[in-house]
Nanobody, 126 residues
Framework: QVQLVESGGGSVQAGGSLRLSCAAW???????????MGWFRQAPGKEREGVAT???????SYADSVKGRFTISKDNDKNILYLQMNSLKPEDTAMYLC?????????????????WGQGTQVTVSS
């Protein structure tokens, strides 16, 4: 019904930057409207954690560990989600996944998004 297509992962040195992208496509209509969109990450041996969310009205939220360094944004017309990551640290190394749901963020339980991407690897070296 909906496919999330991610890009932008890679390997960088500490202090560098990356921008991740995720596009939501309907199998029939192409661009598909979403309410809440977000980014998650999971590192080996750790639980999956929420990184950032953005709602249909543009309101955002961030995990404490990335505040001031990461910025989530979206193109409302094309339903493309972005995560700008600056001042990257080795502890940011993880598989990053995008997620989306037609529901607004306020009514969406944490982690219970309807649609998920396959993930893109981010590796930060010192």
């Amino acid at each position: 019904q909906v496919q999330l297509v991610e890009s932008g992962g890679g390997s960088v040195q500490a202090g560098g930057s990356l921008r991740l992208s995720c596009a939501a496509w309907g199998y029939t209509y192409g661009v598909y409207y979403m309410g809440c969109m977000g980014w998650f990450r999971q590192a080996p041996g750790k639980e999956r954690e929420g990184v950032a969310t953005i709602d249909s009205d543009g309101s955002t939220s961030y995990a404490d560990s990335v505040k001031g360094r990461f910025t989530i944004s979206k193109d409302n017309d094309k339903n493309i989600l972005y995560l700008q990551m600056n001042s990257l640290k080795p502890e940011d190394t993880a598989m990053y996944l995008c997620a989306a749901d037609q529901r607004g963020c306020r009514g969406l339980p944490t982690g219970q998004y309807k649609y998920w991407g396959q993930g893109t690897q981010v590796t930060v070296s010192s």
